[in-house]
């Protein structure tokens, strides 16, 4: 769509014709892959698409890291759909923490966002209220935190600012010096003061 006129639809109506056609051919499924920004997503995701996969390296023409997303049109799509969401929910969140820590956060969120996080056992919810009232320390946090960072990256609760954060420092495993820049705070302590933050208010 020329740019004077995206805005109108055109782009979604293209698309809602295209599964039509895919449909009326018998096709088991339609798919798109394109360098993975946050606004890209979105606009696939609101035409029925779901990632399936992400390039560990950052394609040239786009720097962007290459995302693959499928729509199933049949029941035999839809089993290969499902096999490959499932695997894509369990290694996604593994691929985080090295060869995808320099995923922009808002690409990471935005495709996390889309994955089934298992939610935190009861055991669990007690130790992040310990870390939340600075009764332990991060690195001795760290099992518990990241359950929580990947459930709250995936449900949305908290603001975007601190969904970025959980993710650059809990799930991609950045430096403090980098996430403070990052969240515009000034170091260490103020991002694990916000980490902390964020917890109390999922467990409020």
Do not use: N
Request: charged share 25%; aromatic share 6%; proline share 4%.
């Amino acid at each position: 769509v020329h740019p004077v006129l995206q805005g109108r639809m055109l782009g979604s109506e293209l698309l809602r014709q295209l599964v039509e056609h895919g449909r009326q051919q018998h096709m088991d499924f339609i798919g798109s892959s394109f360098g993975a920004t946050e606004e890209l997503l979105r606009f696939w995701y609101r035409a029925g698409l779901q990632p399936l996969r992400l390039g560990m390296r950052r394609e040239a023409s786009s720097g962007a890291h290459s995302a693959l997303l499928l729509k199933p049109l049949s029941e035999p799509g839809k089993t290969l759909y499902e096999e490959a969401r499932q695997r894509f929910s369990l290694q996604f969140p593994l691929q985080l923490a090295e060869p995808l820590a320099d995923l922009d956060p808002s690409v990471a969120v935005a495709l996390l966002a889309t994955t089934r996080q298992a939610e935190l056992p009861v055991g669990e919810v007690q130790e992040l209220r310990i870390f939340a009232q600075a009764g332990r320390d991060y690195a001795d946090s760290l099992h518990v935190l990241r359950g929580f960072a990947l459930a709250e990256c995936a449900l949305g609760r908290l603001p975007v600012a601190d969904r970025k954060l959980l993710m650059t420092k809990i799930l991609q495993g950045r430096s403090w010096q980098h996430c403070a820049r990052l969240a515009g705070l000034s170091g260490r302590k103020q991002v694990l003061e916000r980490l902390r933050s964020a917890v109390r208010i999922c467990l409020a």
